[in-house]
C-alpha cells in the first residue's frame, strides 16, 4: 500500500465520522455557505505573477515544515505580498491542517481561497463551500471518471472553481470535461514523493487551451516559474517554499517582487 492509498483509505473513515456528527443540511445552513465566492481561474488569468500560496504545517515527505505559525498571519501575509490565492490544507493526520484553518483564513482575507484536500465524497465538496472556501481540489489519481464528473459539476453548482489534478497522460485524458477549470500538473509523484518538473513541461501541449494551466509541487525558484511560462501555465502552486520560513508573508513578497522585476 502505497501513502497516497493509505490517505485515501483513512480519509474514508474520517468523512464517515464526519458525517454521522454533522448532517449536510447543518453545513447548509452555515453563514458561509451563502457568500459570493472569488474565482481563482479568473484572477491567474490577470495575474502577472500567478502565485497561489499555501499553508502547510508538515507533509508525510517533510515531516514537520512549520508548527509555529497562525493561520491569520499566513493569510494576512499572503494577500500583502499580492497572491492570486491561498491553499488552505485541511487534512489532519497527514498533512497537520483542519477546516478550521480555513476559516481563520476566510476571516483574515479577500483572495480565492483553495480547500486542499483528498476528496472522495460529495459531502466534502458541501463542507468546503461551508468554511468559506472558493475552489476545491480533485485529484484525478484516486478518482474515476465519474466521480470526477459528479464532483465537479456539484462544485460548479455551488459556484466553487475546481482545480483537478493530474501526474500522467493517463489521467489527463481520463479527466478532461467542461466542468473543470483548471488543470493542475503535481511534478510531485504521490507513490515515490520524488519531483520533477518536466511533468509539467511534458503535459503542457496536451492540457485544451480552454483550462488555466497550474504547475504544482516542487517550484522554489523564479527561474523555474519564467520557464514554465513558456510552457503556458498561469498557476503556480508554492507551499513549502514559503512555509518554511519564519515569515512565509515576507517571503511570498520577496519573491513576487523577483518575479515581476525580471
Same mark, same amino acid.
Given at each position: 500500500?502505497?501513502?497516497?492509498d493509505k490517505i485515501?483509505a483513512?480519509?474514508?473513515?474520517e ?5 454521522s456528527?454533522i448532517?449536510?443540511n447543518?453545513?447548509?445552513?452555515s453563514?458561509?455557505?451563502h457568500?459570493?465566492?472569488? $474565482? /481563482?481561474?479568473n ?7 500567478g502565485?497561489?500560496?499555501?499553508h @502547510?504545517?508538515?507533509? =508525510? %515527505?517533510?515531516s514537520?515544515i512549520n508548527?509555529n505559525?497562525n ?7 499572503y ?5 492570486c ?8 493526520k497527514?498533512?497537520?491542517?483542519a ?9 483574515s ?10 476528496i472522495?465524497?460529495p ?5 468546503a463551500k461551508a468554511?468559506?472556501?472558493d475552489?476545491?481540489?480533485l485529484?484525478a ?5 465519474s ?6 459539476e456539484?462544485?460548479? $453548482? /455551488?459556484?466553487l472553481?475546481?482545480l ?9 485524458h @481520463?479527466?478532461?470535461? =467542461? %466542468? ?5 500538473v503535481?511534478?510531485r509523484?504521490?507513490?515515490t514523493?520524488?519531483?520533477s518538473?518536466?511533468t509539467s513541461?511534458q503535459l503542457?501541449?496536451i492540457i485544451p487551451?480552454?483550462?488555466v ?8 525558484s ?6 514554465l511560462?513558456t ?5 503556480f502552486?508554492?507551499?513549502?517554499n ?7 508573508g515576507?517571503?511570498?513578497k520577496?519573491?513576487i517582487n523577483q518575479?515581476?522585476?525580471?
Amino acid at each position: 500500500m502505497n501513502i497516497l492509498d493509505k490517505i485515501v483509505a483513512d480519509k474514508r473513515n474520517e468523512v464517515a465520522l464526519r458525517k454521522s456528527l454533522i448532517p449536510t443540511n447543518q453545513l447548509e445552513a452555515s453563514i458561509l455557505f451563502h457568500r459570493e465566492t472569488y $474565482s /481563482l481561474s479568473n484572477a491567474l488569468k490577470n495575474s502577472t505573477s500567478g502565485i497561489i500560496a499555501e499553508h @502547510k504545517r508538515r507533509s =508525510p %515527505s517533510k515531516s514537520v515544515i512549520n508548527q509555529n505559525l497562525n493561520v491569520q498571519d499566513v493569510a494576512s501575509g499572503y494577500e500583502a505580498a499580492g497572491v492570486c490565492g491561498m491553499s488552505v490544507l485541511t487534512d489532519g493526520k497527514y498533512f497537520g491542517g483542519a477546516l478550521d484553518d480555513l476559516l481563520l483564513a476566510r476571516a483574515s482575507l479577500k483572495l480565492p481561497l483553495l480547500r486542499k484536500e483528498f476528496i472522495i465524497d460529495p459531502y466534502q465538496i458541501i463542507e468546503a463551500k461551508a468554511y468559506g472556501a472558493d475552489v476545491i481540489l480533485l485529484i484525478a489519481a484516486i478518482l474515476s471518471r465519474s466521480e470526477i464528473k459528479e464532483f465537479s459539476e456539484l462544485a460548479k $453548482s /455551488l459556484n466553487l472553481d475546481v482545480l483537478l489534478e493530474v501526474h500522467n497522460e493517463e489521467e489527463l485524458h @481520463k479527466s478532461i470535461m =467542461p %466542468s473543470l477549470d483548471m488543470l493542475g500538473v503535481n511534478n510531485r509523484n504521490l507513490k515515490t514523493f520524488e519531483v520533477s518538473l518536466d511533468t509539467s513541461k511534458q503535459l503542457s501541449s496536451i492540457i485544451p487551451d480552454d483550462f488555466v494551466k497550474v504547475s504544482e509541487s516542487g517550484i522554489s525558484s523564479v527561474r523555474a516559474i519564467k520557464e514554465l511560462q513558456t510552457y503556458g501555465y498561469k498557476g503556480f502552486l508554492i507551499g513549502e517554499n514559503f512555509m518554511k520560513t519564519d515569515n512565509p508573508g515576507q517571503s511570498a513578497k520577496a519573491f513576487i517582487n523577483q518575479l515581476e522585476q525580471k
